[in-house]
């Protein structure tokens, strides 16, 4: 059947496989034939092709809670349990995750294989690190244990490994007690991206923080932006707040005329909610979910971008470099016009030990482009001035960077293969994405 990422492009046809048990996945992994790709998929909430291969294992099966220990605040459930499971289970216990991403909709196996993060990274790091532990099939259906303290090279290869190392069957991850499910939401207005940069900057001790950007603005206003601090609510806790929240609001029916979606529809849009935001509120108790997950309320929002899809562009620049990169990437968007809808802006705290992970300390900026030819020109040329100040690219993100692209970036990447070697000789764990980054 034809499979895609999030965001629908690129598009591949696929036999999808369903193990019912632990024990039919192993015989699929010993029946593989090696020289075939074959992938584990989640949720397929990532955006491009690192869970697309001719061979997609889906971890649909692994749904199962397997043990919660609210005293010692940790769940054990398998790899293709949601996010927003963990979270019908966990709220009314007054217990949240640690690190949740902008979508509740992706898996538990997900959520480790891109080690993701959320809105307090530069607080408290990346879901990974909350991972105590987890059991991994490896390609000789060998199913091995790994954390921090045991097989620690391959929990650290396995986290943010973007399922190259073998399957993850389940999963063991440390919570927090939660007071409150309301956030207590400050927002501010920034002028432009210095403005922006400094008070992200001033609010560093806000545990969430994260800034809307009008990434068409230009000139004195090049950056300008909403920025939205988070907190939870503990001035009002109570156990009857503790309520679990799943709105679902209208969805997108069928896919948008492309045409529709252009330079100046995109303006008045950014700039009418620019302007909407700027005069309410500055102080609110808003919902988290509303606060999280503020797309989830749109079913199928992907479809906004037409049926060829679009490519989201998620990259981070060290903190010294950060301001004149991002200055430089926004300045050819705004004036190629080819800018999305609001973008997003997020403060890095430090990088993990995971040999593929995504944040480090610095800025990371998520721009989203609907796919035509003129894109990739651009997005070449954004590719050099990222690598020129130090950055990379998100790989949960990427449907099309290059090799090159890719190993400037991920210095750690000859340590992830020599690893992924050990475990996977024949390569057989492999996607689009590993194939075209020389990572099978
Ligand atoms: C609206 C939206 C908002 C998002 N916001 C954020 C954000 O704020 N921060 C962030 O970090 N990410 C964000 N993402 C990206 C998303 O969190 C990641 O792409 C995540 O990996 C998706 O999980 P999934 O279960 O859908 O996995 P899939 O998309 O199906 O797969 C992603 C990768 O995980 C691997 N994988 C999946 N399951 C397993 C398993 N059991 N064993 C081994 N490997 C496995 C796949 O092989 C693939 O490489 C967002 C995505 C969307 C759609």
Redesign the pocket.
């Known amino acids: 059947m034809e499979v895609s ?2 965001g629908r492009f690129p598009k591949t046809t696929a036999e999808i496989i369903e193990p019912v048990d632990s024990a039919s996945l192993k015989k699929i992994v010993l029946a593989q034939n090696k020289s075939d790709s074959l ?9 491009g092709d ?2 697309l291969a001719s061979r997609m ?1 889906s ?1 649909r099966f ?1 749904d199962s809670f397997l043990a919660l220990d609210e005293k010692a605040q940790t769940i054990r459930c398998g ?2 349990v ?1 996010l927003d499971a963990i979270l019908k289970l966990c709220i009314p216990r007054g217990l949240f995750l640690k690190v ?4 509740r ?15 307090n990274h530069h607080q408290d790091g ?2 990974c690190d909350y991972v105590q532990n987890f059991s ?1 099939m490896l390609a000789s259906g060998e199913i091995v244990i790994c954390s921090e303290q045991e097989n620690s090279e391959l929990f650290h290869a ?1 986290c943010a ?9 389940d999963a063991t991850i440390a919570l927090e007690k939660l007071s409150s499910a309301s956030i207590r939401q400050h927002s501010l207005v920034a002028n432009n991206l210095k403005e922006c940069f400094e008070l992200l900057e001033a609010n560093n001790g806000s545990k969430y923080s994260v800034a809307w950007l009008d990434c068409l603005s230009r000139g004195d206003e090049l950056g300008r932006s909403l920025l939205f601090l988070g907190e939870h609510d503990e001035e009002n806790e109570s156990r009857a707040k503790l309520k679990y929240r799943s709105r679902g609001g209208p969805g997108i029916p069928f896919s948008t005329p492309a045409f529709l979606l252009n330079r100046f529809t995109m303006a008045i849009f950014n700039n009418s909610y620019f302007n909407l935001k700027k005069r309410s509120k500055q102080e609110s108790i808003v919902d988290y979910d509303s606060y999280f ?1 503020p ?2 309320n749109i079913g199928n ?2 479809r906004l971008y037409g049926s060829k899809g679009f490519l ?1 562009y ?1 990259f981070v620049i060290p903190t010294d470099a950060a301001f004149e990169g991002i200055s430089k990437v926004l300045s050819k968007v705004s004036a190629a016009g080819k800018g999305s809808f609001l973008s ?1 802006l ?1 403060k890095f705290g430090k990088q993990n030990k995971n040999l593929l992970s ?2 480090r300390e610095g800025y990371t900026l ?1 721009l989203d482009f609907k796919r035509e030819e003129k894109i990739f020109p651009l997005l070449n040329e954004l590719d050099e001035i990222v690598l020129d100040h130090g950055g990379r690219l ?4 990427d449907a099309r960077m290059s090799e090159a692209m890719f190993k400037a970036g991920y210095p750690e990447w000859e340590r992830f293969l020599q690893v992924k070697n050990r475990v996977d000789p024949s390569s057989m ?1 492999s ?1 689009l ?2 194939n075209r980054l020389g990572l099978s």
Do not use: E
């Open positions: 990422g999030w992938i584990c998929r989640g949720a397929g909430r990532s955006y690192s869970s294992l971890s692994l790899a293709g949601s949740v991403p902008g979508t909709f992706v898996t538990v196996g997900g959520a480790i294989a891109a080690d993701v993060h959320g809105k990346s879901f991994l396995t490994g973007m399922g190259l190392t073998g399957v993850i069957v997950f797309l989830d929002w992907n989201q998620q997003v997020k995504f944040p998520t998100y790989l949960a993100k764990f996607s994405q590993s």
